[in-house]
């Protein structure tokens, strides 16, 4: 109703004082878009609760202001930060340019807690994870009361936002992704054409500047090795994009019914942050940061779900000595296994 009055009164302004009745119509057309676009977001982020089944309500607030795209002050303090998702540029606050995601996102929860502020909070269901980062901030998928929007959705579906599950809060990435496919196929915001933060095809170059990324393509080669398994995305290793699943991964994929070593001719679109490990590598943190875009999923090993094998020994001495060949990167990060040819290959 507000944002009807202030358009109305833009249309009387126009005409009294230009004279230009062709203006008005235009600002009319924009009032009418305006409507379009907003009933459609509201329509597409708001889900009944049942949506929610995977968290746990904890609570409600009241929005005091919104300090970025993805941070809400509450009235009683606390500092709520949207969980699943990811804006571009979030460290690029500045100039309201065309591709100035982070000021967008700010400016449409601006808009959309102009009036109506009050918020329920869902949270993961273990109290101990997920519920807040090392900040102190609250972590939580929002939603808010009138109308029942789901706020991560909302950004979503404008794409000024991103789905980025991570394995402290994977839930709720299926349905977001369903919103941000909304946004790429009518190219919204992130998905213009153009735009530095499309998808990214895996037999192109990618750059391993560490940032988020989402790419897509088929896997050329699946292999285990010490514990691990790595996805090559390309007939290189030594500079084409990889994936390292990590067993803790592969169990909880094996409870989706998912074999890794099974994905091997499968087209997939991985999510997460890239580095630079013998060319661009994505460390998979959770299940959730898997799409299949052709709506397949791997068969189960034969007898069932595959099984994981047992933690290996420490390495010896000797051990480390079949190792010799390493590569730098190797010694630069201790945390991940080598990725040497005898291992990859």
Do not use: C
Not at 21 to 31: I, Y
Not at 105 to 115: E, H, S, T, V
Not at 234 to 255: C, H, I, T, Y
Not at 295 to 307: C, E
């Amino acid at each position: 109703m507000k944002n009807a009055v202030i358009l109305a009164l833009l249309i009387t302004i126009a005409t009294l004082f230009t004279g230009a009745s062709a203006w008005a119509q235009t600002v009319t057309k924009m009032a009418d878009n305006m409507g379009k676009n907003m009933n459609q977001n509201g329509a597409s982020s708001a889900l009944p609760p049942q949506s929610f089944s995977p968290l746990v309500e904890t609570g409600a607030g009241t929005v005091a202001l919104a300090v970025d795209g993805l941070r809400l002050t509450l009235t009683d303090g606390r500092i709520v930060e949207l969980s699943g998702i990811e804006i571009p540029g979030m460290n690029e606050m500045g100039n309201a340019e065309p591709g100035n995601f982070p000021l967008q996102a700010k400016q449409a929860l601006d808009q959309l807690f102009g009036k109506d502020k009050d918020i329920i909070l869902y949270q993961t269901r273990d109290k101990d994870t997920g519920r807040v980062n090392r900040m102190g901030h609250v972590l939580a998928h929002v939603v808010q009361k009138p109308g029942n929007v789901w706020i991560q959705s909302y950004l979503v579906r404008q794409g000024l936002a991103r789905v980025a599950p991570t394995l402290r809060n994977p839930e709720q990435a299926d349905a977001l992704y369903k919103a941000e496919q909304l946004a790429r196929d009518e190219k919204r915001g992130i998905w213009a054409d153009g735009s530095a933060y499309a998808v990214l095809k895996t037999t192109d170059p990618i750059n391993t500047t560490p940032r988020f990324i989402v790419a897509e393509g088929p896997v050329v080669k699946a292999a285990i090795v010490n514990n691990r398994v790595y996805l090559n995305f390309g007939d290189d290793w030594k500079k084409d994009f990889s994936v390292g699943v990590e067993p803790d991964v592969r169990r909880a994929l094996a409870r989706a019914g998912i074999d890794p070593l099974q994905l091997q001719g499968k087209t997939l679109r991985i999510r997460g942050w890239v580095r630079d490990y013998n060319g661009p590598f994505i460390d998979l943190e959770t299940p959730a940061q898997i799409e299949f875009p052709d709506g397949s999923k791997p068969l189960p090993a034969p007898g069932g779900a595959f099984t994981v094998d047992a933690p290996k020994k420490p390495e010896t001495d000797t051990d480390k000595n079949a190792h010799a060949g390493m590569d730098q990167d190797r010694q630069n990060d201790q945390q991940a296994p080598a990725r040497s040819g005898s291992i990859r290959e």
